[in-house]
T-cell receptor, first 117, second 111 residues
């Protein structure tokens, strides 16, 4: 079945540095991918919509200059957390729909744990 | 997309059926009901989705009422590994693939 993969699964970075997280659709093309973040014991919060070949669409309250999203191909979207701060430590998850129809399945990646020290 | 209401938590005995309810009384005709679950520290796992008819796959069954205002996810023989947070989400074509997560139901399967 369709699979979405994220890399890295865990990353530790120093405050002030940038870190990139990749999201790949392994056996289908995705013109749109979505990025979520999740704090401990909380539900997933949608951060942004990643659009292949165009700018990402950010949810209200999400800083676009801090969370850079690039969707350069139909199978890869990247999220770069710039000037990382300890408050950015979180679980980041991406998703993509296998096919463009409303009834198609939406899959999630395994998630990426970011710890900023 | 229509809002959903789920119980905060449920318990189930291992080997028994787990029936997880979801209320979506404001659902529109073209909106699908999706179910996902999230085991601690992992990404959400797709379980099943449906529009009007009941659906079954290797993981679960989805029973949607005739008026579509509620649905039930059934895990026929719950195991300890089914302990997770279960999310019921309604999604229409206008929202694309933007799933909005509520708090879900914490299902605990007990030995």
């Amino acid at each position: 079945g369709a699979v979405v993969s994220q890399h890295p699964s865990r990353v530790i970075c120093k405050s002030g540095t940038s870190v990139k997280i990749e999201c790949r659709s392994l056996d289908f093309q995705a013109t749109t991918m979505f990025w979520y973040r999740q704090f401990p014991k909380k539900s997933l919060m949608l951060m942004a919509t990643s659009n292949e070949g165009s700018k990402a669409t950010y949810e209200q309250g999400v800083e676009k200059d801090k969370f850079l999203i690039n969707h350069a191909s139909l199978t890869l979207s990247t999220l770069t957390v710039t000037s990382a701060h300890p408050e950015d430590s979180s679980f980041y998850i991406c998703s993509a729909r296998a096919g463009g129809l409303a009834g198609n399945t939406i899959y999630f990646g395994e998630g990426s744990w970011l710890t900023v020290v | 997309d229509a809002k959903t209401t789920q119980p905060t938590s449920m318990d189930c005995a291992e080997g028994r059926a787990a029936n997880l309810p979801c209320n979506h009384s404001t659902i529109s005709g073209n909106e699908y009901v999706y179910w996902y679950r999230q085991i601690h520290s992992q990404g959400p796992q797709y379980i099943i989705h449906g529009l009007k008819n009941n659906e079954t796959n290797e993981m679960a069954s989805l029973i949607i009422t005739e008026d579509r205002k509620s649905s039930t996810l059934i895990l026929p023989h719950a195991t300890l590994r089914d302990t997770a947070v279960y999310y019921c989400i309604v999604l229409g074509a206008s929202s694309g693939s933007r799933l909005t997560f509520g708090e879900g139901t914490q299902l605990t399967v007990n030995p």
